[in-house]
């Protein structure tokens, strides 16, 4: 059972950390399109500030039960179709998401639990020890 909890830990601690990298490397990618959008006057038709907008204020959950650690992300629908070439190709969904989870996130997922372990008890028997080390 606390095996199981740890794990979990670990996987929840790796999703939200891939997550976020996602989410920052987004908003990167899209304030520099549209800071050169606007540098050329050429500003894209629609709600230009909505994409920026959803990316600050990007929601995600991160949940688990009996069959694993689950994440659910939001985003614009639209995003989808800035990667399309006929729309500019901005490489702000696809290369992104799939790039960073898949070689970052889920390598450290499969080979980083270990390190993960040892610093984990390193800090728990700190933290633990710390009441005796003062009194």
Do not use: C
């Not at 709600?47 to 939001?74: F, K």
């Not at 989808?80 to 702000?92: A, E």
Request: proline share 2%; hydrophobic share 40%.
């Amino acid at each position: 059972m606390v095996d199981d909890k740890i794990k979990i830990q670990y996987f929840q601690q790796i999703l939200e950390k891939g997550i976020r990298k996602i989410y920052e490397s987004q908003r990167g990618i899209a304030g520099s399109r549209l800071a050169a959008a606007k540098k050329e006057n050429r500003m894209p038709s629609g709600r230009s500030g909505a994409l920026m907008a959803a990316l600050n204020a990007a929601g995600h959950t991160i949940n688990s039960d009996n069959y694993g650690v689950h994440a659910e992300l939001q985003w614009p629908i639209y995003i989808r179709f800035l990667d399309m070439k006929r729309l500019g190709n901005w490489k702000v969904y696809n290369r992104q998401l799939w790039g960073i989870l898949y070689k970052d996130t889920f390598v450290e997922m499969r080979y980083g639990f270990r390190d993960w372990l040892q610093n984990y008890l390193v800090r728990s028997l700190t933290e633990s020890l710390k009441p005796l080390n003062t009194g």
